[in-house]
Every structure is written in structure tokens, then in C-alpha cells.
């Protein structure tokens, strides 16, 4: 090993169900991108969610939080089982897999989530789209604001005048908005140079800041351009004209719902990387879906969205731009001959393979 190669510390957070299968084919894949690059990755396993709960009884060990904090990036598979069979869900709330996934990303300062969306050529089948919607291209992100807004202001029920009244307050500081704005803008630097922000600043106090805070940040990204888009009007045109939208910057309820619809204009949820950011270059990076326990250990899995999410891992916190490409072009080439179950077609050209030899695939395009 020659001194001066690039070294990288990654914390690897396998899962359950298909996670430890999907994780094993991206660290393959990682292992020839690194080869291939010229830098050095050191793994540390990590233990969350329900292979934590087997293990040491809870879902997050302070040991793990402590553990994940030393690395430049996580790399995750999913947690989780099947809520009406795994006993996981029979302990109490707090000590549920999902629980240790909240704490680990509160623990670890994540405030922005990233959710990646690309239509390949060759699966505009998969695309609910009309094809000439599809046609047009879609390859966006949203970054959505994780810790402060609706879901974490304050919450209260009470009787005021004899009736019931229900009140959730929305807040965000100058200091919550532009650190997210930063991350979008760095993130449109490195990607179509468009940045939309989201809002109701025609209703919302909290989005009228949103808009100022934006403005003023966009002052330090000239090459960026921005523009302005009510939610309402945004959640038609992520139907109606995606290709329009390169990176969109909202806040945490709004992210919520555009995120979820926004995962369903590709049509493959194998395919969707995503990435959880902190201050700095850290971050979480994870597939968007779960772990799926019904095909779980049968070589099904579809290990891409594991495997673009560690190409992210590789453009965002390790700054090795050149492989997360390469990562990319190699995903994009071998999906043109080659596709696991969930992605299956009629065409008699595309051979379908398991989870493992898919990964295969793709370390052996690179
Ligand atoms: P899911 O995403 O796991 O599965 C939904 C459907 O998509 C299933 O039919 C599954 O077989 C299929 N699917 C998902 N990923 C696939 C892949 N890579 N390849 C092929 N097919 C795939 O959602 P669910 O069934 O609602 O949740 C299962 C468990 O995952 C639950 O315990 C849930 O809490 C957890 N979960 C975890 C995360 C996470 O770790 N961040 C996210 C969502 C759900």
C-alpha cells in the first residue's frame, strides 16, 4: 500500500432483511471503484435497528453513535422487518428498529435529506409517465429539511370555549435555512446548475424567511440559477413536466409528500439512491427503500439504489467525483442488458439476474 494513497474511514450499517445482501454487492462495487481510483477505504461494521436489538437488546448503542462519528461517511442498507411477524414489534415503541434510525440521524446532526430521482433511457417502460413526458428526460433531487419545521415545533390539544382546537406550530430560524440552502446550492453546483425552491410564501411567514435567506445565499453561487415555485403548483409539475426541475430545496412537511411522489415518477424504487447530510462534508448515505423482508435472503433484491447511494457517498462526502461517475455510467450500461426481478421486462435481449451477480455486473463494468 503506497503512504500517500487517499484513505478513507466508511462506516457500514448492513441492516435487516435484504440489507446485509445489498450492502455486500455495493462493497464490492466500492472495492473495484477504489482498485480502479487509487484510493483506500476502511469499513467499520455497525450494528442498528433490528440486528441491534438480537445483539445488544436496543436499537442504537451509544458504542455505535460514537463509532459512526469517527468515519468521513455511513453507507446503509435498510432496517427493519415485518411488523405483524417480527418480534421486534412487539417491545414498546422506543425500542423498535425505526426508533434507532431517528436516533442515529438526530445523533449525527442530519439535517438534509437528498432524494435522487433519474429516469434511465431504457427503463422509460417502468415510468407511469406518458411516454412523451418521459421522453423529455427526469433526473432530479429534492433536498428536503430533516429536524425543525411542522413536525418538530410545538404540538398541542386543548379546550378553548367548550370545543376542541388542535394547533402545530411551524418555525424555522435564519440559521435551519441557510445551512440546508448551502448544501442545495453546493449540491447544483455539482449537478444542472437550477435550484427551485419550494414554499407558500403567499401564506407562510416560515416560507417568506425561506425565500429571503435563499436570496441571499444565491449571491455566492452566480453560475447557480434560481427560481421560485408554491408547492401546490410544484406538485403538478413534477407530474406534468419533470424535466424542468434539476435541484428542488424544500422544507420539512413539503419535502415529506414531494419526496414520496417524486419516488414514484421513476417507477423503480430498486433505483433510488438517497443521502442524509450533516454540517461539513458527513453524511448517511441509504437506498430509498426499506428492507424489504419478504424476498429477503433469496438473491432477489435489486442491490442498485445500494449502489448509486454509495456513488453519492463518493461524490458528496468523499470528493471522489471521477468514480461516483464511473459508478453511474457502469449502473447505466449494465441496466441495458441486464435487470433483477422487480425491474423485469418481456424483451427476450435482457437477461435477468439475482442480487449477487448484478453487483458482479457492475464491478465488473467499471
Ligand atoms: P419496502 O421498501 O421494504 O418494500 C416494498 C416492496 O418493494 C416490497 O414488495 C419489496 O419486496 C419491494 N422492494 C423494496 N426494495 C426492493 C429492492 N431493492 N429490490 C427488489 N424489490 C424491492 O417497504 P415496506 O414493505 O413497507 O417495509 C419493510 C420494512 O422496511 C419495514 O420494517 C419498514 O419499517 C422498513 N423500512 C426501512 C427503511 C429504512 O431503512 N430507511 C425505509 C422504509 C421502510
Partial sequence: MCADKR?????????DGIGPEIIREAVRVLDRAAEKFG??????????????????????????VEQ???????????????????????????????AGLLSIRKALGLFANLRFS?????????????????????????????????????HKTETVDGEEVATDVLSYSDHEIRRIAVKAFDTASLRGRKLTLVDKANVLDSSRLWRKVVQDVAKDYPEVSVDYMYVDNASMQLVR????????????????????EASMVTG??????????????FGLYEPSHGSAPDIAGKDL?????????????????????????????AVETVLKRYRTQDLATDDTEIGKVGCTRMGELVAETL
Fill in 7 to 15: 484513505t478513507y474511514r466508511v462506516g457500514v450499517i448492513p441492516g
Fill in 39 to 64: 484510493f483506500k477505504l476502511d469499513y467499520i461494521y455497525l450494528y442498528l435497528g433490528g440486528s441491534s436489538i438480537d445483539r445488544f437488546g436496543v436499537p442504537l448503542t451509544d458504542e455505535t
Fill in 68 to 98: 459512526a462519528k469517527q468515519c468521513d461517511a455511513v453507507l446503509m442498507g435498510s432496517i427493519g422487518g415485518d411488523p405483524v411477524t417480527s418480534p421486534w414489534y412487539r417491545l414498546e415503541p422506543s425500542l423498535r428498529p425505526e
Fill in 118 to 154: 433519474k429516469l434511465y433511457d431504457d427503463l422509460i417502460d417502468s415510468c407511469p409517465l406518458k411516454e412523451s413526458i418521459a421522453r423529455e428526460g427526469i433526473d432530479f433531487v429534492i433536498l428536503r429539511e430533516l429536524t425543525g419545521g411542522l413536525y418538530f415545533g410545538e
Fill in 241 to 260: 413536466k419533470p424535466s424542468r426541475f434539476d435541484v428542488i430545496l424544500t422544507e420539512n412537511m413539503f419535502g415529506d409528500i414531494l419526496s414520496d
Fill in 268 to 281: 423503480s424504487i430498486g433505483l433510488q439512491p438517497s443521502a442524509s447530510l450533516a454540517e461539513g462534508s
Fill in 301 to 329: 433484491a435489486n442491490p442498485l439504489a445500494t449502489i448509486l447511494s454509495a456513488a453519492m457517498m463518493l461524490r458528496y462526502s468523499l470528493g471522489e467525483e471521477e468514480a461516483a461517475c464511473a459508478i453511474e455510467q
